[in-house]
């Protein structure tokens, strides 16, 4: 079965959940078009990249709730043009049932899930394949296909069980796209080391609780792995594969007044690699400064993962700092910059992210990141050494 005739299969089944109910009590839509432009201020490192990047994209929202509020149903699609052309690609968000109780939820179909707490690298959040067309940061998810069971337990907190029936593959760049390695990836090249391929059955599993100042969130998941494992070969192209994996996790948020102390960190076991990864560190925040609702964060954060120069991120033994503006304004003004420094290399990333809403149903986004002194003992970085880009995107909602 391929993805086209598992969404149709999502779709039926969600269809029965949806129009078998006539007691349908609220339909909230909401249309979202944004331009995006991605200026890249160095000569391209590989032939055919441009400087330039132009995109537009769409996501229809829908959501309906009926029998007083304790099922819903939720569907969004997402489409991006871009002049890359496998930056020119679709994707379903979410489109999924929800049923709720007084101490359990059940949830059918594409959802987005999210676990973690640090601000630099979320190493636990792993149900969703990352959207690396999307986004340079992993920041964005693509739809997971998911069957999620959710208990609530007084006094000891809740735990979430998830059946995943089918793996998605992450997204590369095309010949004309930057972030791309030497040789282009067609993911539908990537194999996997399961007999099963993306039908393999992976289970995820999350115990998340919090008592006085502390939150805390254990998590399992097996399966196939959301990063592929990659390897080189006599021409230093590379060749990749999704690995069978167990990861085990932890986060960590303890809050004290003003100041946030975050933890995430996992061990994985694969056949190729076992390997335990951390992200250690606080936000500090200082309320009204002017006397007129800013606040103004200050954060830093110590990144390190076992597999070195093999880890996919590039943060084996990095420092994040930073800095997070919140105007709270009527705009909602906020703004974050800040820097990734590697102890080992001495290679640096420097970050901007800044949003503001006009007109009640426009959002404009900027964002900015510059490589500077990448070494070449980076094993991936290396790659996007000449990616530095700022980018501008205008989001309207309708």
Not at 132 to 155: N, R, T, V, Y
Not at 168 to 190: A, Q, Y
């Amino acid at each position: 079965m391929n993805k086209s005739k598992l969404i149709i299969v999502f779709i039926f089944f969600s269809g029965i959940f949806l129009f078998a109910q006539k007691d349908i009590i609220d339909i909230s839509t909401e249309w979202e078009l944004s331009r995006e432009s991605r200026y890249f201020f160095d000569t391209p490192q590989f032939e055919n990249q441009l400087n330039y990047y132009p995109s537009f994209g769409i996501q229809p929202t829908y959501k309906f709730k009926w029998n007083e509020g304790y099922e819903n149903f939720i569907f969004s699609f997402y489409y991006n043009l871009d002049r890359d052309k496998n930056r020119t690609y679709y994707d379903l968000r979410e489109m999924y049932y929800q049923k709720a109780n007084n101490n359990w939820e059940l949830n059918i179909g594409f959802k987005k899930v999210f676990w973690g707490v640090t601000e630099s690298c979320h190493l636990v959040d792993i149900v969703n394949q990352t959207d690396a067309l999307k986004s340079f940061d992993g920041e964005e998810k693509l739809g997971q296909p998911m069957i999620q069971l959710s208990w609530f337990l007084s006094g000891i907190g809740s735990l979430d069980l998830f059946y995943l029936p089918y793996h998605r593959k992450r997204g590369f760049p095309g010949e004309k796209g930057r972030f791309r390695f030497n040789n282009v990836l067609d993911s539908d090249d990537i194999e996997y080391e399961s007999g099963r391929e993306e039908f393999n059955t992976d289970f995820a599993a999350r115990w998340k609780h919090y008592f006085g100042a502390f939150d805390i969130g254990l998590s399992y998941f097996t399966g196939n792995g959301r990063e592929p494992y990659f390897k080189f070969d006599e021409k230093n192209n590379i060749q990749a594969y999704y690995p069978l994996i167990d990861q085990y996790g932890i986060d960590l948020q303890i809050t004290a007044g003003a100041l946030l102390l975050k933890f995430e960190s996992i061990y994985r076991t694969a056949k190729e690699q076992q390997f335990f990864a951390m992200d250690a560190g606080f936000e500090f925040t200082f309320s009204n400064v002017d006397n007129n609702g800013l606040d103004i964060g200050v954060l830093a954060e110590y990144l390190y993962d076992e597999r070195g120069d093999w880890a996919l991120s590039g943060l084996q033994d990095d420092i994040f700092y930073g800095s997070r503006l919140a105007f709270n304004d009527s705009q909602d003004t906020s703004l974050i910059a800040g820097g990734i420094h590697d102890f080992e290399t001495s290679s640096n990333l420097f970050t901007l992210e800044a949003t503001r809403r006009f007109k009640n149903n426009m959002l404009v986004s900027l964002e900015g990141r510059i490589f500077s002194g990448v070494s070449d003992k980076e094993l991936f970085l290396l790659f996007f050494r000449q990616d530095s880009y700022f980018r501008i995107s205008v989001s309207k909602y309708y």
